[in-house]
């Protein structure tokens, strides 16, 4: 056994995160989400049938809400590589389909993460290898974390392809509520094409959509507003965004909370219901002088629901900040002083910071985590180990 149980969890009031939640038509039975972790068990597009047993493994242990990878739009570049996910194309409806009725049987709720992989695409390749990359500039940056000078990598997105993307998002939305997700989320974090727009070291347009945060977020708020339109009012839509890229973990898209008002409130104003907010470390305050982390800012700031997520019940945490490192590299213990993360999220679902807590790899690691939490058996969560990443368990 790999148990993570080093800290002294014992009196972590774990009730709270068994209270009941809801927006919208979305009811949780409990604050904990396993979020979207990119497992690439896809083969051109369609994913494998053993994601339906994957998800349900997750609500049977206690999840109230799963959400799936990446699913990218149709548009002729949104896949990275075929191993991506689609969300559109007959041949993935039985697969979803699937997927949606064995986490409800499970009892529990499943969101679809909705994408555009942007520049990340790299040249040449399938599916529609004839197709360019798609970002605001064409420019294109390493992933590793460590950015270095972006390289022009295609021509930028014209008009006329900012508009197909928009209506592809609309299009995805919509086809994912037909297949029985109960909720979907775009993907705005982490160097994707949303977030290219909103990023100035990938985004040096000098037309409505570049410049200031408010043209930068442009993009972002006409996918939004047209998702909305094809939604029902009630149903919910998430958004992830993120100050850090796969790029580089250090970038941030906001200095102050002046600059974060600029890229939340039209995204509120637009149509988004609640703000998943992807963080490396949640404990780690996002502005000085407040303990707030990201989350806590986004709700203080958009007064919408938050998300809050960042290496989570990891009392091994990988090294991230050296050349070639990676999310599977060696870890390192958490330094003494750190808060332990789930206290610390915990209290922020008290203070009212934070409304869902997302467990990210210690979910691959632990399908029945909620169950052990719920239990109080600390020593019986299995540690995040790279080799997980093999097979969906």
């Not at 993570?4 to 039975?29: E, K, M």
């Not at 049938?49 to 997750?58: E, G, K, L, P, T």
């Not at 590589?81 to 949606?100: E, F, K, L, S």
């Not at 404990?283 to 938050?306: M, R, V």
């Amino acid at each position: 056994m790999h148990a993570t149980a080093q800290i002294d969890r014992s009196d972590v009031p774990v009730d709270r995160l068994f209270d009941g939640w809801a927006i919208g038509s979305l009811r949780l039975a409990n604050r904990m989400v396993m979020p979207p972790m990119g497992r690439h068990f896809v083969e051109d597009g369609v994913p494998s049938a053993d994601y339906a047993d994957y998800f349900a493994r997750r609500a049977v242990g206690g999840f109230g809400l799963v959400m799936t990878e990446l699913c990218c739009i149709d548009h002729p570049s949104s896949q990275k590589t075929p191993g991506y996910a689609r969300m559109y194309g007959d041949d993935v409806r039985a697969p979803y389909r699937a997927i949606t009725a064995a986490v409800h049987a499970g009892g529990g709720r499943i969101v679809a993460q909705i994408a555009h992989c942007g520049v990340m695409r790299p040249l040449g390749t399938a599916p529609n290898p004839e197709a360019p990359p798609l970002g605001p500039s064409g420019l294109f940056l390493a992933l590793g974390g460590l950015a270095g000078e972006p390289v022009r990598y295609a021509e930028p997105a014209s008009t006329k392809d900012i508009e197909h993307v928009v209506r592809a998002f609309g299009d995805a939305v919509a086809f994912a509520r037909d297949l029985g997700f109960d909720g979907v989320e775009l993907h705005g974090a982490h160097g994707y094409l949303i977030d290219q727009f909103l990023w100035p070291r990938t985004n040096l347009r000098t037309d409505e959509y570049g410049g200031p945060m408010g043209n930068r977020v442009r993009l972002a708020v006409e996918v939004v507003r047209e998702c909305r339109r094809r939604l029902p009012a009630d149903y919910p839509l998430f958004f992830r965004w993120s100050q850090w890229k796969q790029q580089d973990y250090d970038a941030r898209l906001c200095e102050s909370p002046k600059e974060l008002e600029a890229l939340l409130l039209p995204l509120a104003d637009a149509g988004v219901d609640v703000f998943d907010c992807s963080t490396r470390r949640v404990w780690q305050a996002e502005f000085p002088g407040s303990h707030l982390n990201l989350a806590g800012w986004t709700k203080k700031i958009s007064g919408k629901p938050t998300v809050t997520v960042g290496s989570l019940l990891l009392d091994q945490i990988p090294l991230l900040d050296g050349p070639g490192a990676s999310p599977d590299s060696p870890a390192t213990p958490i330094a003494t002083d750190t808060p332990a993360s789930i206290s610390f999220a915990v209290a922020m679902l008290e203070r009212g910071e934070c409304d869902l807590i997302a467990f990210g790899r210690s979910s691959i690691a632990n399908p029945d985590l909620p169950a052990k939490i719920r239990g109080r058996h600390w020593a019986a969560i299995e540690s995040y180990r790279p080799e997980l990443l093999n097979t969906l368990v």
